[in-house]
């Protein structure tokens, strides 16, 4: 019969692996991305992404620095900023849902 403090032991054992290994990933992971990489990484052709410059979408010195002619995007701040766009869409539609539900009983 296993001690249940063995087994315990090495699932912990196992997990500290599997974070060790991912915080290995991250750490070797591209943070400064051109627009042409930008590209390859979210759904956006180049031409959006500059449009999104333009409009300030993208903020300069925020999700991006420009050098010059240079300019690099912040792979991290452009994931934050994906995840805000994911969360507000998921929260208009469910006003809207929630709407609908409150004039449809009127």
Known sequence: MINPFEQLEKN???????????ESKI?????????????????????TINKK????T???????YQNDKIRMFDKFKID??????KLSK???????????KLTSNI
């Not at 993208?58 to 991006?64: A, E, L, P, W």
Request: aromatic share 10%.
């Open 90 to 100: 998921k929260n208009e539609l469910l006003k809207r849902q929630i709407l609908e």
């Open 58 to 64: 993208f903020i300069c010195g925020v999700h991006f």
């Open 27 to 47: 750490q070797h992971e591209k943070r400064w991305l051109s627009t042409a990489e930008l590209s390859k990484y979210i759904p956006y052709s180049k031409e």
């Open 12 to 22: 912990l054992s196992n997990i500290i692996n599997k974070i060790d290994s991912l």
């Open 80 to 85: 934050e900023w994906i995840m805000n766009n």
């Open 53 to 56: 410059v333009q409009d300030e």
